[in-house]
């Protein structure tokens, strides 16, 4: 896509009732705009555009509202196509934890004795507590593994256990735990690296007993999260953990012309020397795939409740502060390395103890290894303070906050986390007043998909499900909300002079709705439906006729 001459004499012009354009200099919105060979050739008036595009197709979107096309800066699109094979056990799925069984039940009665049960999505707190010997009742003959919501724990029964060659006596990998019962002994949950190390091919060590899914499979399960995510209105999106055989999967999509969702990459650091062999860094690909750094960790969950903090869960009786899961000093070399390469790196960290310890290896790099410009990332960024801002702004770090979090898990935040942190939690008022990049962001499978969602969370700062204010003194205009999931992105993945904006030069990537996001009732953002979704001026979405 990228240098594609455009076509004076075949243009398309695009007309809404009203256009949100974005337009660096702002002033009125034009009335429509020409997109030729993939970009927007010109904005303006009807009739100016006719004037100058004589003959030119017309769309008309009638009463919609035409925004630029939504950018979900971190989130698992090669996890998703995984997961979308196997059960899902979400809050959304299923009705407490005897249905949860049931479906396991119901899946090990179609299933060959031995083969594996995979769910992911599963929400402790909205749908109950599970133990191993839960999934034992339930699937005495098959290696059964939930996943926790988060992405950063499960649940095994005890076949899957023995598969993973974990008993009573086995010590537990840095960075990751077992969960025991009250009578002491394993309940079945693998925690932080304990699980990742055994799951999840980017940040797997070692070899893992869960047979891989085929590449037909796995494809198959690429495309239906595609087609989800057009229908909530993305047009590109940040894989945040990738590893070589995830690129490989994107890129046979590509060559089958399956893949129509602009993806950037985020590389498993676990995976990073090979990348440096090959001398590919950041930027390398171009508009449709294209790595935009390296991913690291640091610490835990804020829904998994493993995040490292520098006070105490609110909810915990004996003082727990989370997990950090990768030493201080490995973390420190491996962002220094890839910094000094020239590359971006983005490093998961959510607990404000674990955002200043990023903030100091940040800092060490840009001081021994100047490199002007290059802008790091913090994943999830989630429990701030003033002096944090002030690093980030210093250092122009970007922040990727959960964007639908408040939404989605409401009152059990401010439960887990008390009111006065939770005030400080995905702050997304307090980045932008203090001039700190952030980007949108739904982490999914953790946290739901639907950017709309991700925005009425952001503007209203209350749980969907209870109504509870959650930091309210975070919330943001809708305009703010809709620049965060567009600009904000684009920034985050390095192509805000391409993204972002319907304006001249710019990749003609719009979402189509069918209500106005800026003036709609902000409890009624995530219900506004989603007309079409174009990516390059090809039309990849269009809802069902009424």
């Not at 693998?190 to 797997?204: D, F, G, Q, S």
């Not at 171009?286 to 909810?315: H, I, M, N, Q, W």
């Not at 840009?366 to 303070?385: F, M, S, Y």
């Not at 887990?416 to 939770?422: A, D, I, L, P, S």
Request: glycine share 12%; hydrophobic share 40%; charged share 25%.
């Amino acid at each position: 896509m990228t240098g594609t001459p455009f076509n004076e004499t075949r243009p398309v012009l695009y007309r809404a009732a009203r256009l949100v354009t974005q337009q660096p200099e702002g002033g009125p919105e034009p009335e429509a705009f020409a997109v030729a060979h993939g970009r927007v050739r010109a904005t303006g008036s009807v009739a100016a555009l006719r004037d100058r595009f004589p003959g030119a197709e017309e769309v008309d979107f009638g009463d919609a509202t035409v925004v630029p096309g939504l950018n979900d800066a971190h989130i698992h699109l090669a996890m998703a196509a995984e997961d979308l094979l196997h059960l899902d056990l979400s809050a959304a799925a299923v009705r407490g934890t005897d249905d949860l069984l049931g479906q396991v039940r119901d899946e090990a009665a179609r299933t060959a004795p031995g083969a594996w049960i995979r769910g992911s999505r599963y929400d402790d707190v909205k749908t109950g507590r599970l133990t191993r010997w839960d999934l034992d009742r339930a699937a005495p003959e098959h290696p059964t593994l939930v996943v926790h919501v988060a992405g950063h724990w499960g649940v095994a029964n005890s076949a899957a256990l023995r598969a993973f060659r974990i008993d009573e006596d086995t010590v537990p990998p840095d960075g990751g735990d077992f969960g025991r019962g009250p009578d002491g002994r394993l309940d079945g949950r693998l925690i932080e690296r304990a699980m990742m190390n055994l799951v999840y091919p980017a940040t797997a060590r070692g070899t893992s007993p869960l047979a891989p899914s085929t590449r037909e499979d796995r494809l198959r399960g690429l495309a239906r999260a595609q087609e989800l995510w057009h229908a909530a209105g993305l047009t590109s999106v940040t894989d945040a953990l990738i590893a070589p055989d995830d690129i490989a999967l994107l890129r046979e999509a590509r060559a089958r012309g399956g893949l129509t969702l602009r993806t950037g990459m985020l590389l498993s650091i676990d995976h990073y020397p090979k990348a440096r062999a090959l001398g590919v860094g950041s930027g390398f690909g171009d508009d449709l795939l294209r790595l935009v750094g390296v991913k690291a960790f640091l610490d835990g969950a804020v829904g998994g409740r493993t995040c490292l903090l520098s006070e105490p869960f609110a909810d915990s009786p004996d003082g727990d502060r989370g997990l950090q899961t990768t030493p201080t000093e490995e973390l420190a070399a491996q962002v220094h390395e890839v910094h000094s390469d020239g590359n971006r790196i983005g490093v998961h960290a959510n607990g404000d103890a674990a955002i200043r310890l990023v903030l100091d290896t940040f800092e060490a790099a840009a001081r021994d290894v100047p490199r002007p410009g290059l802008r790091h990332r913090i994943e999830h960024c989630t429990v701030v303070d003033g002096m944090i801002l002030s690093r980030m702004k210093t250092l122009g770090a970007i922040a990727v906050p959960f964007a639908g979090y408040p939404a989605y898990h409401g009152g059990a935040l401010n439960r887990w986390y008390g009111h006065e942190r939770t005030e400080r939690m995905f702050a997304h008022r307090a980045f932008l007043d203090a001039g700190v990049t952030v980007a949108g962001s739904s982490d999914y499978p953790c946290g739901p998909y639907e950017p709309l969602l991700g925005l009425q969370s952001m503007v209203t700062r209350e749980g969907i499900d209870d109504g509870e204010p959650v930091g309210p003194s975070q919330r943001v205009t809708p305009a703010e909300a809709l620049r965060v999931f567009t600009l904000g992105s684009a920034e985050a993945e390095g192509t805000a002079d391409t993204k972002g904006r319907l304006a001249p030069g710019y990749l003609a990537d719009f979402t189509v709705l069918g209500g106005n996001p800026l003036t709609e009732d902000p409890r009624g953002i995530a219900a506004i439906p989603v007309r079409a979704t174009y990516v390059g001026g090809v039309q990849v979405h269009a809802e069902a006729a009424r």
